[in-house]
């Protein structure tokens, strides 16, 4: 039987959407403060204008549509997939008063990629936008990337059951401590401790370089949010290559890293056992794609003499790639150079993405895992007499059986990801983009990470960036909760 | 004399060839060239003299053995190195907000791979301010101003109500 909403679920949800908008207003205060630290006098109405606009909705949501229901699974989902979509189009607001968007779309399409930590980016002349929207632009990344609901639950004083319900709808799959919110909490808790390590050694090294003591702060801030929640936004037009810096593409490198490892390992290796580091299913994924990627992106270079070519050009941004960061340090058109086995390399790591239970996006490591134990496992099986019982298993903090449930949660992941990467290069294709690139935008759009060949443009047809746009919400919520949803809207209309 | 005439034609044919050969050769060498040309066709240029204007973006960069600075020009930015300040030393206005950069012309090596930096770049010979840049008056616009005041109001509003409907649900 399938649960069928009626006017009292849907002004619950509302409800509920209207706190989640409150919350995430204030978020708006803080490029707002940096407006006025900075004396940018136009980008201070920009957001005050957002926050007014967010604050006056929350408010009304608030009063007109009352919570009329225990909010369950069902509302979660649904406030989950419809809040990520409200946020963008609210964050998007002072990013268009920018002036520097082509249209509101334009502005959506960057709000949407900041919040789904994508990447891509539809700005125009970034080298000469203020410290506030630049603010904004990277601090969506933080908050999409620790999750716009993980953010209100964290302050949610009391552990309610349907905080699960939030938190599997943002696409987080494993629980670290036994309570929710407590959870939350302790994500963002890792979050500030290395947002202190990254804004530090960021800093260090851009001051070095002779930039402005405020200016190396906020720069070593944004690109701190850009790493470790692996978005990929830059304050320069050129992305990392503006810097010239060997010292910070090895920081972001380690960021990104850490960025794409499952929140559950961290906790682990700070509080438990640091050997899990060496057991862990995801990390031996982790170095198995890599190493392999890594060598056919050698072959696919080995042009280029020398090693530090290699690093450079081919290592980090299939390090940016797989870790769903999408940084560059190459400049405007350089990828599309690559050797077409080079570009594959980078797209397989792009549909890869980093751990479960991280700010990255794509397949994820523990899914493409299992489905290569699980072949494996067959294989073992047709091998072994007919009526041998035989189940793998894998440690992802403890040794755990390779069931049934996780093959095929798994492989219905997989599909789902694979389906929407090909389609949305059939809608590139269609509009007359060649296959490769138009696979590697897809893949990079609804991965959530950020890498471009060029297709994503200001010029580029309003409806591919429409279709990028729900690329990346679907991507980042991993279907599920935008399914529920859309299921529910399909039987109101059906009633 | 047929045979004098014929040398003189052979020689004056050899010369223009070789005036030919050299007015190719010079504009090989030192090619003005747009930013978006050399990096959609970064084979043509490589390792040639090139000749690029555009505006001086950002700051002075410090780097192992040298400096950096980076130009923008239409959409597109690129990395100029450099090993000596005085080259740049006639900058006055560095591109970023409410900045408009000097609109400079850069005469340098450009290397598709650079051996230096192992990135594309290219090496500064001489820079030339052609235009200089100037502070952005930081206007704001009125429609901004009104609707600011207007989403505030409406603001204030939904908060007094909001309050109210507050206490009055609390009451009951």
């Known amino acids: 039987m399938i649960i069928s909403p009626d006017k009292r679920d849907f002004s619950t949800i509302l409800n509920v959407l209207g706190k989640l908008i409150l919350g995430l207003s204030f978020f708006m205060l803080i490029p707002l ?308 086995l080079g570009l594959i390399s980078v797209i397989f790591a792009m549909m890869i993405g980093g751990g479960i239970c991280s700010t990255t996006g794509g397949i994820k490591l523990m899914r493409l895992g299992i489905i290569f134990k699980t072949f494996f496992m067959e294989v073992k099986r047709k091998i072994m007499p007919s009526r041998a019982v035989y189940k793998d298993t894998f440690h992802h903090l403890q040794d755990l059986i390779l069931s049934d449930k996780r093959i095929k949660e798994a492989y219905v992941f997989f599909a789902m990801f694979l389906f929407v990467y090909v389609a949305g290069a059939l809608v590139a294709m269609g509009l007359g983009y060649p296959p490769l690139p138009a696979l590697f935008e897809s893949v990079s759009a609804t991965a959530n990470v950020g890498l471009s060949m060029g297709i994503t443009n200001p010029a580029m047809p309003v409806i591919l960036k429409l279709v990028y746009i729900f690329q990346m919400w679907a991507g980042r919520l991993e279907f599920i909760s935008i399914f529920v949803s859309l299921g529910l809207v399909v039987t109101l209309f059906k009633k | 004399m047929h045979i004098k005439n014929k040398i003189k034609k052979k020689a004056g044919f050899n010369v223009g060839l070789l005036l030919l050969l050299f007015l190719n050769q010079a504009s090989a060498y030192g090619q003005v060239a747009s930013l978006a040309d050399i990096l959609n066709h970064p084979d043509r240029f490589n390792e040639r003299r090139i000749e690029i204007e555009g505006e001086i973006i950002g700051e002075l960069l410090k ?79 009125l429609f901004k101003v009104d609707l600011s005041i207007v989403f505030f109001v409406i603001c204030l509003t939904m908060a007094i109500i909001y309050f109210i409907k507050l206490k009055h649900g609390t009451r009951t």
């Open chain 1, 33 to 340: 403060l940096v407006a006025i630290l900075k004396e940018e006098i136009s980008p201070f109405f920009d957001f005050l204008i957002g926050f007014s606009v967010s604050v006056s909705l929350g408010l009304f949501l608030l009063v007109a549509f009352p919570e009329k229901k225990e909010v369950g699974w069902i509302h979660a989902f649904f406030t989950v997939s419809m809040g990520w979509l409200i946020f963008s189009l609210l964050g998007a607001i002072p990013l268009y008063l920018s002036s520097h968007f082509l249209s509101f779309i334009d502005a959506w399409f960057e709000s949407m990629s900041g919040f789904a930590t994508t990447g891509l980016i539809l700005i125009q002349d970034l080298d000469h936008l203020s410290s506030a929207h630049n603010t904004w632009r990277h601090l969506t990344m933080f908050i999409g990337g620790q999750g716009i609901i993980l953010a209100s639950l964290s302050i949610l004083t009391k552990a309610r059951p349907v905080a699960l319900g939030f938190y599997i709808g943002e696409a987080r799959n494993e629980k670290i401590l036994p309570n929710v919110v407590a959870t939350a909490r302790f994500i963002w808790k890792v979050s500030f401790i290395y947002l202190i390590l990254g804004v530090a050694t960021f800093f260090a090294i851009l001051y070095k370089q002779g930039i402005a003591i405020d200016k190396s702060f906020l720069h070593a801030l944004w690109l701190f949010f850009a790493a470790f929640d692996t978005g990929g936004f830059a304050p320069q037009a050129q992305n990392i290559a503006y810097y010239h810096s060997f010292n910070l593409e090895i920081a972001t490198m380690i960021f990104m890293i850490l960025g794409a490892i499952n929140f559950n390992l961290h906790f682990w290796l700070w509080t438990k056992s640091k050997a899990e580091i060496f057991k862990n299913f995801e990390v031996k994924t982790f170095l198995f794609t890599t190493i392999t990627l890594s060598i056919i992106i050698y072959f696919a270079f080995s042009r280029a003499q020398e090693a530090s070519f290699m690093f450079r050009k081919g290592f980090y941004q299939l390090i940016s790639a797989h870790s769903g960061c999408g940084f560059t340090n190459l400049l405007a058109g350089e990828i599309n150079r690559f050797p077409s």
């Open chain 2, 63 to 141: 780097a192992d053995k040298g400096l950096w600075i980076n130009i923008s020009s239409a959409d597109q930015s690129m990395g100029v190195f450099l090993f000596d300040k005085e080259a740049v030393g006639a900058i006055s206005h560095w591109g970023r907000y409410k900045v408009r950069g000097d609109r400079v012309k850069i005469e340098g090596v450009f290397y598709k791979d650079c051996p230096l930096h192992h990135v594309m770049d290219i090496h500064l010979d001489r820079l030339e301010v052609l235009e200089q840049g100037r502070v952005l008056e930081d206007s704001v616009p």
